[in-house]
């Protein structure tokens, strides 16, 4: 006679229902773990402030914000750098008095700049502080009359619409100079509600593409200086721009001249306009918007042209630079002074106003060497010249 098992066996249904179980409970706790993960965004999450989100309200004084194209050879460190290093001694002043009255730090300029892929503005390539990592990381190589020069205006006011703070919208570069101090500067741009836009319709020069139509009607073509001033709104609507923007970069393109002793074009291009997109873009794109009667229309930054120039020489596409013999407190002085422009393509005269108040013409001037700025820091054009301040950070 066999031994029988001392255990008594389980039925199949016991084991089946364990196993069964277990799996809920697993499957349960995978869901749990899932649904957990997704109710908290992960610590590295980059948040990207949406300009379009921004409501109107924000603390503190309303900024001016100094947007640079800094030409690829040439870092901010002299030319309006310093002279906006000097100047920054009374924004500290200012900020210093607010945070009397307030309790709180405050600042009424932030400084953007656009300068060539993989260049830093660090200790090494720029004496200001101001400066220091305020490039843009997402910079376009940019060539002068093509139209990466309107992409990198258009990343430089992206850029800067992230701050709410930031108002006002001045687009300068490395060769230019204030012709004031900052609390003119600031309570001049501060006081008029309008952009600063240069913008006419010139009969003389054939720059329109046909091609351009229907998106750019000819009508609304126009022609205006590249530096220009906006209100945020006006800021907000070249970002926002999806549409007239992809044309001009197709259409709207300069053609070299290729024998300067003839002045003549490539065959393949004999047919093509000769076109500039940054002296089109921005004042084609508003009139089209219907926002012209929202702008001052003039230039806040003094350029000076040869009229007699030969446009077949390259050198008379740029205004003339000013050097130490011609930058002395009189020749500036001179500029100071301009109290209206004329547009003879439209018969016009536009007097210079803020808010219907007779004001200077320009705040800015270009093109300035190093030694016509160094110049007006020692002369004191906008103000006494304090070398400890040119490193002071606000």
Request: net charge positive; charged share 20%.
């Given at each position: 006679?066999?031994?029988?098992?001392?255990?008594?066996?389980?039925?199949?249904?016991?084991?089946?229902?364990?196993?069964?179980?277990?799996?809920?409970?697993?499957?349960?706790?995978?869901?749990?773990?899932?649904?957990?993960?997704?109710?908290?965004?992960?610590?590295?999450?980059?948040?990207?402030?949406?300009?379009?989100?921004?409501?109107?309200?924000?603390?503190?004084?309303?900024?001016?914000?100094?947007?640079f194209l800094v030409r690829k050879e040439r870092s901010p460190r002299f030319h309006l750098a310093l002279l906006l290093q000097g100047l920054a001694k009374w924004v500290t002043q200012f900020s210093l008095m607010l945070m009397s009255l307030?309790?709180?730090?405050?600042?009424?300029?932030?400084?953007?700049?656009?300068?060539?892929?993989?260049?830093?503005?660090?200790?090494?390539?720029?004496?200001?502080?101001?400066?220091?990592?305020?490039?843009?990381?997402?910079?376009?190589?940019v060539a002068w009359g093509e139209a990466c020069m309107i992409e990198a205006e258009r990343l430089l006011l992206g850029a800067s619409l992230d701050d709410p703070a930031n108002q006002r919208f001045v687009l300068l570069s490395d060769s230019?100079?204030?012709?004031?101090?900052?609390?003119?500067?600031?309570?001049?741009?501060?006081?008029?509600?309008?952009?600063?836009?240069?913008?006419?319709?010139?009969?003389?020069?054939?720059?329109?593409?046909?091609k351009m139509s229907p998106v750019i009607p000819e009508d609304k073509w126009r022609k205006g200086s590249q530096w220009i001033t906006l209100i945020r709104k006006h800021a907000e609507v070249i970002v926002d721009d999806d549409i007239v923007?992809?044309?001009?970069?197709?259409?709207?393109?300069?053609?070299?001249?290729?024998?300067?002793?003839?002045?003549?074009?490539?065959?393949?291009?004999?047919?093509?306009?000769?076109?500039?997109?940054?002296?089109?873009?921005?004042?084609?794109?508003?009139?089209?918007?219907?926002?012209?009667?929202?702008?001052?229309?003039?230039?806040?930054?003094?350029?000076?042209?040869?009229?007699?120039?030969?446009?077949?020489?390259?050198?008379?596409?740029?205004?003339?630079?000013?050097?130490?013999?011609?930058?002395?407190?009189?020749?500036?002085?001179?500029?100071?002074?301009?109290?209206?422009?004329?547009?003879?393509?439209?018969?016009?005269?536009?007097?210079?106003?803020?808010?219907?108040?007779?004001?200077?013409?320009?705040?800015?001037?270009?093109?300035?060497?190093?030694?016509?700025?160094?110049?007006?820091?020692?002369?004191?054009?906008?103000?006494?010249?304090?070398?400890?301040?040119?490193?002071?950070?606000?």
């Amino acid at each position: 006679m066999s031994k029988k098992n001392s255990t008594p066996s389980r039925p199949r249904f016991w084991f089946d229902s364990k196993l069964v179980t277990f799996i809920t409970l697993l499957l349960t706790s995978l869901l749990l773990l899932v649904l957990h993960s997704r109710s908290k965004p992960p610590q590295s999450t980059t948040i990207v402030v949406d300009h379009r989100l921004f409501d109107g309200h924000f603390e503190g004084p309303p900024k001016i914000a100094f947007l640079f194209l800094v030409r690829k050879e040439r870092s901010p460190r002299f030319h309006l750098a310093l002279l906006l290093q000097g100047l920054a001694k009374w924004v500290t002043q200012f900020s210093l008095m607010l945070m009397s009255l307030q309790n709180a730090p405050v600042s009424e300029f932030s400084i953007y700049a656009h300068s060539r892929p993989g260049f830093a503005l660090n200790g090494s390539t720029t004496r200001s502080a101001f400066f220091q990592d305020r490039q843009l990381k997402n910079s376009v190589e940019v060539a002068w009359g093509e139209a990466c020069m309107i992409e990198a205006e258009r990343l430089l006011l992206g850029a800067s619409l992230d701050d709410p703070a930031n108002q006002r919208f001045v687009l300068l570069s490395d060769s230019c100079v204030p012709l004031y101090n900052f609390s003119y500067i600031y309570n001049y741009l501060m006081s008029s509600p309008r952009s600063f836009v240069d913008s006419f319709h010139d009969v003389k020069e054939v720059r329109y593409n046909p091609k351009m139509s229907p998106v750019i009607p000819e009508d609304k073509w126009r022609k205006g200086s590249q530096w220009i001033t906006l209100i945020r709104k006006h800021a907000e609507v070249i970002v926002d721009d999806d549409i007239v923007f992809p044309v001009f970069k197709k259409f709207c393109q300069w053609r070299p001249v290729t024998d300067l002793s003839k002045g003549q074009r490539s065959s393949e291009h004999q047919l093509e306009p000769n076109c500039i997109p940054d002296e089109h873009y921005v004042p084609t794109l508003l009139m089209m918007k219907g926002l012209q009667n929202e702008l001052e229309r003039r230039t806040l930054t003094y350029s000076l042209w040869s009229q007699s120039a030969d446009k077949t020489n390259p050198k008379a596409w740029h205004p003339s630079t000013f050097n130490y013999a011609n930058s002395s407190p009189q020749h500036i002085q001179v500029i100071k002074d301009i109290n209206h422009v004329n547009y003879e393509s439209e018969n016009r005269t536009e007097l210079c106003r803020v808010n219907s108040t007779a004001s200077p013409c320009f705040l800015f001037a270009r093109k300035f060497s190093r030694g016509a700025a160094l110049r007006l820091l020692t002369d004191g054009v906008v103000g006494p010249y304090d070398r400890n301040a040119m490193t002071a950070s606000t």
